[in-house]
Nanobody, 115 residues
Framework: QVQLVESGGGLVHPGGSLRLSCAASGSILSTYTMGWYRQAPGKQRELVALINSIGITMYPDSVKGRFTISRDNAKNTVYLQMNSLKPEDTAVYYC?????????WGQGTQVTVSS
């Protein structure tokens, strides 16, 4: 069983930056897809970034150009660099690692963007 632990959340002013990290307790195969989701109060959980086994990334328009996902397979870690943060980015952010046979989620980390 793999456990994912997110860190790096917090309170930031609009226009600021945060870097989220998600470390896996066990070995994550480089063939797995890794991603970040977020859920704001009263809203559905949504994908904000993913990176596949060959490094192809995908972002929704709402964060494109501001967020960057990366992975370090040697460290079993996925990162989310968030720049130019907006109040509407406020949410609990979750990391996810999945394939056709596994699907792991972290416990979430709060990101609050407020002046």
């Amino acid at each position: 069983q793999v456990q994912l632990v997110e860190s790096g959340g917090g309170l930031v002013h609009p226009g600021g930056s945060l870097r989220l990290s998600c470390a896996a307790s066990g070995s994550i195969l480089s063939t797995y897809t890794m991603g970040w989701y977020r859920q704001a109060p009263g809203k559905q959980r949504e994908l904000v970034a993913l990176i596949n086994s060959i490094g192809i990334t995908m972002y929704p328009d709402s964060v494109k150009g501001r967020f960057t996902i990366s992975r370090d397979n040697a460290k079993n870690t996925v990162y989310l660099q968030m720049n130019s943060l907006k109040p509407e980015d406020t949410a609990v952010y979750y990391c996810r690692v999945w394939s056709s046979s596994i699907d792991y989620w972290g416990q979430g980390t709060q990101v609050t963007v407020s002046s």
